[in-house]
C-alpha cells in the first residue's frame, strides 16, 4: 500500500524520482526501492515525504483513507488563522466559540438533510 501511494503522490504533485530524493535528502535509487516496494523509509524520511505532500504519515502507511485528519486539519486551520491575525488570547476564545457554533449549526443542517 505505501508504495502505490508514494508513487501517486509524487505523480500528483507532478515530480520525479530524483525530485522527491532531493528535497527528502535521499538518493535517487533509495527512493526509487521505496516505490517498488523493495525497502521502506526511516520515521524520519516517512514525516518528511508526508510534509512534503501534505498527507498524513497514516495515509501513506495506508492505514487511513483520508490523507488529511479532519481534526488535524482543522487545528492547522485554527492556528494559521490565530498567527495570521495575531489574536490575543480574548479573540482566540471567541474564535473557538464561533467556531463550535458554525460546527454545531452544520451538524443540525446535516441531521435535517438526512431525515
Not at 508504495?3 to 528535497?23: D, G, H, P, V, Y
Not at 527512493?31 to 498524513?56: C, H, M, N
Not at 479573540?91 to 457554533?101: H, L, T
Amino acid at each position: 500500500m505505501f508504495s502505490e501511494r508514494l508513487k501517486e503522490q509524487r505523480k500528483q504533485a507532478k515530480l520525479t524520482q530524483k525530485e522527491i530524493a532531493a528535497q527528502i535528502g535521499v538518493s535517487q535509487q533509495a527512493y526509487q526501492k521505496w516505490e517498488k516496494g523493495d525497502k521502506k523509509p526511516t520515521q524520519d524520511k516517512l514525516t518528511k515525504i508526508a510534509e512534503l505532500f501534505d498527507v498524513s504519515v497514516d495515509y501513506l502507511l495506508g492505514n487511513a483513507d483520508e490523507k488529511k485528519p479532519v481534526l488535524e486539519t482543522a487545528q492547522v486551520l485554527f492556528r494559521k488563522t490565530v498567527d495570521d491575525f495575531n489574536l490575543t488570547k480574548e479573540q482566540q476564545e471567541q474564535f473557538k466559540i464561533d467556531i463550535d457554533n458554525f460546527i454545531e449549526m452544520r451538524r443540525k443542517a446535516f441531521e435535517e438533510e438526512q431525515d
